[in-house]
């Protein structure tokens, strides 16, 4: 029986999980030391496709900054993270830019898209 | 002569959440004064998400919470003024201000609400022998160049201190490309949160060297590498464990200290050990009219406490200018004492507390399976267990007015109970 220990990121608190393999249990695994739902959840993905959320920034040009922030809309598989980046990183965009625009769609069909995490004005 | 009934120095969350109280409030004549180019504070440049979990309950971006509160504060018309510099404040709250279309400006407020935020200690303020290359940078210099102004510092780094502006550093470097050599901590623990170690520094395989500290920077002009040392019990170099990390960039994240120049120049009392002006209950200083929010009191980590605080200071500013705050009510001081480094407020005038007491402290060492002890005149009137206190965490404590209220209590201390792990 594989047994996994991790700290759950999805909030501050930061639990040490100890996920186990076990067959008896609907998922597959056994996770223990969660203090909320939300950790079994993460354990479990952990250990059979871990996912990251991925803020970086992209080229904006008629801002009044260079650069506009932005955030993958879920998980991100994370060995893809990099590859992602390079497509983010070749990106131009133009202001007005609002909030929640997908600058990204479907990035390497993950079903993610990356999307403005601000807004900002044409100067 | 410009009037107003309350001016905000400052335009980050607290500033923002201040005059937004403030105007809910029924004050309208509010002023917020910034030096930026645009509102939001430090929060536009922390571009990684994991603000607003208490407030919103949700995962945001600093930018994204910024402008939450940046769109309410537009559509509720209140003023404010960008590119603008206070350059001092009196005691009778006389502000100066610069800026280039207005020139200098005189400021008459009823109130003010500091919130000028914190900066980073410099090079200078430690104590790093070798040269003066070119190359290091505080953290949050880096941070704000990388995410606003899309310039990258360097190719090979080390990260002196692991806070959390460090950690995020460490991650957000190594996606633009760089490698990170090493994060060196001189604490025999990391200052920044568990999630942030695991996603920023394990998921990545950055070494973090507990214990050690940089002991020289190597280069003429720019940086060519750093000796890192371990240090012994007293945070001293042990001799002969010195190893040279080739890099190019030094990144400093040592700290945060509150920006309290224009404090002081009004006679603001400050706390010795938060560097931040001493407030009560309300958020307000020894000066009357004049309160204080945001990391300009104490060092925050979660933004979501400084809009917590914020509203408070925005509330009673606008009590102040209604009249309500209660002057003359039975006082009780806050004592910090064994593990618990301060205690925000100092002061409590109860006749101004509503329905809870909201405190703000740090401890001053890792425990596990502790407990906060809350006495009043040495009397216990609450224990909160604690699996796990940290100095990089700040912790709140709630306590019905109830249980303070009728009593005559001239004290209220709070002590951690525990082993320091
Ligand atoms: C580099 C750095 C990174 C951080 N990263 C995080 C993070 O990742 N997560 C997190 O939760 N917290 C982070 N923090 C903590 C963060 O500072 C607080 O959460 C929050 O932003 C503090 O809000 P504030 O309004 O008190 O201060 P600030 O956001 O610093 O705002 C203060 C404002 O006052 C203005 N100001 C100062 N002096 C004057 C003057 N004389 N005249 C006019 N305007 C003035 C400044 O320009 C600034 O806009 C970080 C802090 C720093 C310094
Ligand atoms: S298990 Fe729940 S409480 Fe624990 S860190 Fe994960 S999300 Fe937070």
């Known amino acids: 029986m594989k047994e996994y220990e991790k700290v759950c990121i999805v909030c501050p608190v930061g639990c ?96 993610v898209d990356i999307v403005a995490s601000r807004s900002m004005d044409k100067q | 002569m410009l009037n107003y009934d309350i001016v905000v120095i400052g335009g980050g969350p607290a500033g923002l959440a201040a005059a937004i109280e403030a105007k809910k409030n029924g004050i309208n004549n509010i002023l ?60 009778d709250k006389m502000i100066s201000a610069i800026n280039t279309e207005d020139g200098f400006m005189e400021i008459k407020a009823e109130a003010v609400v500091l919130a000028m935020g914190c900066r980073e200690r410099p090079r200078g303020a430690l104590s790093i022998p070798g040269t003066r290359p070119a190359g290091v940078f505080t953290a949050g210099t880096a941070q704000r160049f990388i995410n606003m102004e899309g310039y990258m510092v360097g190719k090979k780094v080390v990260i002196l201190g692991s806070g959390d502006i460090g950690l995020i550093m460490a991650r957000r470097l190594t996606l633009e490309g760089a490698e990170v050599k090493a994060v060196a901590e001189l604490m025999s ?75 002081s120049g009004a006679g603001i009392e400050l706390d010795s050990t938060t560097n931040g002006p001493k407030v009560n209950e309300s958020m307000e200083t020894n000066i009357e009219g004049i309160f204080a929010c945001g990391n300009v009191v104490h060092v925050h980590d979660l933004v979501d406490y400084v809009t ?59 425990y596990r399976d502790a407990k906060l002890v809350i006495k009043a005149d040495g009397e216990i009137v609450r224990e909160i267990k604690k699996k796990h206190l940290a100095p990089g965490e700040m912790e709140r404590i709630k306590i019905p007015v109830k249980d303070i209220k009728n009593n005559n209590i001239s004290n209220i201390t709070v002590e951690v109970q525990g082993k320091v792990k």
Request: net charge negative; proline share 4%.
């Open chain 2, 32 to 91: 917020i004064i910034e030096r930026d180019k645009e509102l939001g504070g430090i929060l536009q440049q922390c571009i990684h998400n994991g603000f607003g979990l208490h407030v919103f309950k949700e995962e945001l971006t600093g930018p994204g919470y910024a402008e939450k509160f940046i769109n309410e504060l537009k559509s509720l018309n209140i003023e404010y003024k960008l590119d603008t510099m206070v350059l001092d404040i009196t005691e």
């Open chain 1, 16 to 111: 040490r999980l100890t996920i186990t393999e076990d067959s008896n249990s609907n998922n597959g695994y056994r996770v223990e030391g969660n203090n909320c739902p939300r950790g079994e959840k993460y354990g479990i993905k952990e250990v059979t496709n871990p996912t990251r959320v991925l803020t970086t920034t992209v080229k904006i040009s008629g801002a009044h900054h260079d650069r506009i922030p932005v955030i993958s809309s879920d998980g991100l598989p994370k060995k893809k993270l990099f590859e992602c980046m390079e497509i983010i990183n070749d990106v131009n965009i133009v202001a007005p830019i609002k909030a929640g625009d997908v600058i990204v769609e479907d990035i390497l069909d993950t079903g």
């Open chain 2, 189 to 263: 623990y990391s200052g920044g949160l568990t999630r942030n170690i695991v996603q920023c520094l394990d998921d990545f395989d950055i070494p973090l060297l507990l214990s050690h500290t940089v002991v020289d920077i190597k280069g003429k002009d720019r940086v060519e590498g750093v000796v890192i040392a371990k240090v012994d019990e007293n945070k001293k170099p042990i001799p002969g464990t010195e190893k040279l990390y080739e890099c190019d960039t030094l990144l400093l994240s040592v700290g945060l200290i509150p920006e309290n120049e224009l404090s």
């Open chain 2, 308 to 366: 917590e605080e914020s509203i408070r200071a925005g509330r009673n500013a606008a009590k102040f200018i209604k009249k309500e705050l209660k002057k003359d009510s039975h006082t009780i001081n806050t004592k910090a004492k064994d593990g618990i480094r301060y205690i925000i407020p100092h002061e409590i005038r109860v006749e101004n507390l509503d329905n809870t007491l909201d405190m703000f402290m740090r401890v001053t060492d890792v």
